[in-house]
């Protein structure tokens, strides 16, 4: 007979043996008791006989276990490690680390040998985990618990190239920002420096290449506090040829700067210029090549004037003034009036003008001059109106075509519009562009753009094709351009190489900063105000800070 736990699976056979199935994948031992019986009840006294036994599970194992440990390195030092484990049937182990512990290199080799890489800079505690397998069971995730002591590291320079390319005067500038992982202080010093070029406390490197060649400069950035802890990175300079190589050379000088306006004449020069400092009154001047001083040049121009901006074509100059538009026929000899009127903006193209008068929208007046200003009809009234709001920005005429351009605000209206009767009926163009647009032309083809946008039109703006200027890397977008200069294919930009110039409409540009600009140490790297340059035939102008007029000889077109 059997006394034992109810459903527990044991089982006795009529010759006295036990069965026992464990239920619900029991684990672990089971005590039995035998007691004798007889007559249907139980015999008094001391039972005929007694049977206790344990019987053991031998179908199932236990889990294996994963050992956890606790582990110490060093900040940016790997360490080895032999995971380990054991199974209580004494069976082969699998070990399983995750896989994005792989992938982000924290952890490789091949389990149960791991290679713990700390991440750059980090220091103090941290732990990963694996787990163990026999093929049956998986044990739980255990952990490996690594203590990163701190290092201090040698300071690392930010962004510091390996190689910089460059042209002759072109301003070459490195940057030597360093980073220091426990914000300590960083001294930098350079060596090997090329001829001529300086270090600044600012930690800046500036440079006017003198010539091609292949150059070498080396920085050292050290702790302040720990010399040992440095680095050392050298910087090659390679320097390559400039076919506009040339040098800017002072000329002359003018009495008062800036100019509001000045241009180049064949063997002339012409500047508008406050008659004191911060005046509103100005006077027009003349220097020619031989001639020690500028000479004033403003009979027929009435006094007091304010001389906002000078045009010309060919030796006939125009001047825009704050009662109206002036013209000289030869380089400033004397001036008439050609229409009265405030502040016009004028646009020229070799006998043809166009220009307004007004501030005001309400008081904008249109003219056109199809003989250099000896006759001049007005237009205003045929001008579509959205041209007689606040958003009109400017025009270009293109052999016998007008253009408008205005601010384009995307409200449906038309930006451009376009005559080819002198003003005298106009055809809405549709082109998208953003911002207010600046347009020249060149030969037969006509330009726009609007910051970063460019177009431009073989067909006098009837269509447009999107074009961009080749902009050298680092360069800055448009400043301005001047539409008399931009006609002669010359177009002016800067960024922090200094000067650069195209006379093939951006199709390459080069740097012109030879006696131009400074670049050492606690000089301005632009003082030369950018709006200020002009040309002739042979040469290129600039008017500096403070006045020196500037000459640069063109270089002959390369092919």
Known sequence: LFAGTRGSGVYFSSDGGVSWKPFNQSLGNLNITALAFGNN?????????????????????????????????????????????????????????????????????????????????????????????????????????????????????????????????????????????????????????????????????????????????????????????????????????????????????????????????????????PISPGGSNSTLSRWR??????????????????????????????????????????????????????????????????????????????????????????ITSRIPAQYKDDTYVGAVIIENTFLLARHNNNNGVPPLFRSTDAGNSWTPINLNYQEAPQMYTQGKTLFLLARSQGFRSEDHGLTWTPWSVNLPPGLLPPFGIDSELAERGYLFFHGLGGLYFSRNNGEKFWPINQGLLAFGCGTENTYLTYRTFAADAANLYAIAADGTVLRRALAPIQP
């Open 41 to 273: 009840r139980l015999l008094a006294g001391t039972p005929a006989g007694v049977y206790a036994t344990t019987l053991t599970d031998a179908t199932r194992s236990l889990p294996p276990v994963a050992d956890a440990q606790f582990l110490t390195t060093d900040e940016d030092t790997p360490i080895n490690i032999r995971l380990t484990g054991s199974d209580p049937q004494g069976k082969p182990l699998q070990f399983e680390v995750p896989d994005w512990l792989f992938n982000l290199k924290i952890v490789s080799g091949t389990p149960p040998n791991v290679v713990y890489t700390p991440q750059a800079d980090f220091n103090g505690a941290t732990y990963f985990y694996f787990r163990v397998f026999n093929q049956q069971l998986s044990s739980r995730w255990s952990n490996i618990y690594l203590k990163v002591n701190p290092v201090n590291d040698a300071p690392r320079f930010r962004d510091l190239p390996n190689t910089v390319t460059g042209s002759e005067e072109e301003g070459i500038w490195l940057d030597t920002a360093t980073d220091d992982p426990e914000n300590h202080s960083v001294l930098v010093k350079a060596s090997v420096l090329p001829p001529g070029a300086s270090y600044c406390s600012e930690r800046l490197f500036r440079w006017m290449p003198p010539g091609i060649g292949t150059y070498t400069v080396t920085f050292t950035a050290r702790e302040f506090s720990d010399e040992a802890l440095s680095v050392t990175k050298s910087v090659t300079l390679n320097v390559v040829g400039n076919p506009e190589k040339g040098r800017w050379t002072a000329l002359t000088k003018l009495k008062v700067t800036p100019p509001t306006s000045w241009l180049a004449i064949d063997n002339a020069l012409l500047a508008a210029t």
């Open 289 to 378: 090549p031989g001639e020690t001083t500028w000479k004033e040049v403003t009979d027929g121009l009435p006094y007091p004037i304010f001389i906002g901006k000078l045009r010309s074509s060919g030796n006939v100059v125009y001047a825009s003034t704050d009662v109206g538009l002036f013209r000289s026929l030869y380089q400033g000899d004397s001036w008439s009036l050609v229409q009265s009127g405030p502040y016009p903006a004028l646009t020229v193209h070799q006998e043809k003008l166009f220009f307004t008068t007004g501030i005001r929208p309400d008081q904008r007046r249109f003219f056109v001059s199809l003989d250099r200003g000896a006759s001049v009809t007005e």
